[in-house]
């Protein structure tokens, strides 16, 4: 194989690693830190912004050097491909929006587990890779296979658990080799970022961040359900009506106003109402917007491109005449008809809570 | 108006100004520096790889606080508007490939004039802001306007001319107001690098670099052609068979094999070609790859999706199995019909060069 990229590519850019100023840190160790949305500006967000979500106390910082990513099980040849092999196969570059499971979780009621994350924990990048499917074709998947194990290097003590684990997930098959499903090394141009999975990291468009495995070193392809904690015990659905766990898998329809921000005085006159809204199931289709706390919705306009599987923004504008307190909502609806719920709909975990936000503000007199 | 963003969006990021390391100097003062293209890794080129260039050798670092966009001329009410004001107007984000009209000036014959760019003075960043059209809305254009001057902050000397100038450049009304026209203060998620004309640069998607006028501080309504030296003497292509000068606008269609590079051995077997193709006049409709120096040409596939504005990657599997010389060419054509020549077309200041590229490599015994 050639070697086709200059050695500066193959190692992230320290000043391209999580900024703690641009950042609301959640927790040092494992350290989870979410994305402070008002500073957003357009559709892409810079690395050093990107929120942060770690599981396990040790993460690895590996050279792509001695690296390899082993690929094993029910395979036809087990494969060991280095950095330089996989970047060599055939590329995909995809714009996807990765939100946390755990999104809006501190606006949930009935104190759901977890870290408080407030909106924050989703953010927007260009990934660059290799389709999963095109590693899997070259081990050449036996038709046992039902799912194939992604396993990161990430393990230590999990706090949450109090135990020692190691951080894996599964995919079914149809969705490990749909051509989008990706092996990314790149973010926005730049090598991963330590703290974002370097030297490989998988991403599942349209899935919660969950699936998204970081250090990716090892594909396990595989005959039976997997039963790892992350994938049996965590980031599935614990209803009030049933004891049945429903595996998270893609992202709810949501929208977010990022400006004006909670409790902000305005002056009167026009203002311009501007956030982002998207959806894993399908594309974004409309954002409405209420200015009298959910009676009555208006259409807003778009401020970017559509794309299958990246955020996009909205604005609408307001002339804001009488003063005094106002709550302003908005409310995304995509292509298969899903919306955002006025009230959270509880879960034991606390996750997938994409209901309508809403955003106090007050006109000057 | 509200105060709809951080103070820290209001700043450039020290460590996002062009890092030397991933760029190719071509002068210190004015500052000039081309891509290394072969680093780019997806459509995104980071704001520190972002190539630059630069006329004259005062080169503004503005503070939000005090600067203004003033809008003057022949309008029905002159603005000044501060950086927040600007903010506070609806949005627009675009990705958008800016090349140089000088690109590939080393390539050409006859020594035409200028710096002598290799190939990397290109790069494609999501640039978010204002569209024009909206700010000239506000001010309320006369009938009377042909052309609208924007006039950057940058001034000083100019090696070229040997004369202090300022940068500054017309565009049609109709350009102008195009909707997709911008005065950007975001690229790629942050704030404007002072490189890039912090804090706020035009960029007219489709054409080449020289409109995307840096460190934005007037905008003037004219019913005149405007005729400054950068309108009028330099970006006009100056041809053998005529005095004419043609000004440039659109950018040509290229493409560009990132992989493999000038002068590599490679191993026998099935390599990767990979690469990037844009054109300014139409999207791109399909990139050819010739292995035999342009005898005969086959189809590449993409590599990321079709955006109106942006490069577009692309991809071929090669199956090198004689050991020697090889001449790999690629050739972009857009949905206009326009193509690459062979040769570069000469002129007298060495612009708009779009002849196929030629890369040589070597297959291993």
């Known amino acids: 194989m050639s070697m ?15 900024d ?6 959640l927790s040092e160790a494992p350290f989870n830190a979410e994305a402070r949305l008002t500073n957003q500006a357009g559709t892409i967000t810079p690395n050093t912004a990107f929120y942060v979500r770690s599981h396990l106390l040790d993460q690895p910082r590996m050279e792509a050097a001695g690296w390899r990513l082993r690929v094993e099980g029910e395979v036809q040849r087990a494969l060991a491909l280095s950095y330089e092999e996989l970047r060599a196969l055939p590329g995909l570059s995809l714009v996807v929006t990765l939100e946390c499971a755990g999104n809006g979780r501190a606006y949930m009621n009935g104190q759901p587990q977890g870290e408080l994350w407030h909106y924050g924990a989703v953010g927007t990048a260009e990934w660059t890779g290799v389709p999963l ?6 081990a050449g998947l036996e038709p046992s296979v039902q799912e194939i194990v992604i396993e990161g290097a990430d393990h230590g003590y999990h706090p949450e658990s109090k135990q020692e684990r190691i951080y894996a997930r599964s995919l079914p098959r149809h969705i490990a080799v749909h051509p989008d499903t990706l092996l990314a090394y790149a973010m926005n141009g730049e090598p991963l970022p330590f703290a974002h999975g370097f030297p490989l990291r998988l991403i599942v468009p349209g899935w919660y961040g969950m699936a998204a495995v970081k250090w990716v070193t090892r594909l396990h392809a595989s005959a039976l359900p ?16 049933s004891a049945e766990k429903r595996p998270l898998t893609r992202i709810r329809p949501r929208s977010l106003i990022l400006s004006p921000t909670e409790g902000e005085r305005l002056a009167r006159g026009w203002q311009w109402l501007k956030g982002v809204a998207w959806s894993g199931a399908a594309r974004i289709k409309r954002v409405e ?3 009298d706390g959910g009676v009555t919705w208006q259409a807003a306009e778009w401020s970017s491109r559509a794309l299958p599987y990246a955020w996009r923004g909205w604005q609408l504008p307001w002339e804001a005449t009488a003063p005094g307190p106002v709550t302003l909502s908005s409310r995304a609806t995509d292509a298969a008809g899903n919306t955002q719920p006025l009230e959270a709909e509880w879960n034991k975990l606390g996750y997938a ?7 106090h503000v007050t006109v000057a007199d």
């Open 20 to 25: 703690r100023s641009q950042l609301h840190v």
């Open 353 to 359: 809570n994409n209901a309508i936000q809403q955003v």
């Open 226 to 241: 997997f039963q790892g904690y992350f994938q049996t015990e965590q980031y599935v659905l614990i209803e009030k009506a």
């Open 289 to 291: 917007v209420s200015l």
């Open 133 to 138: 499917g095109v590693v899997l074709g070259r």
């Open 4 to 18: 086709t990229y200059e050695a500066a590519q193959a190692r992230p850019n320290a000043s391209r690693e999580p």
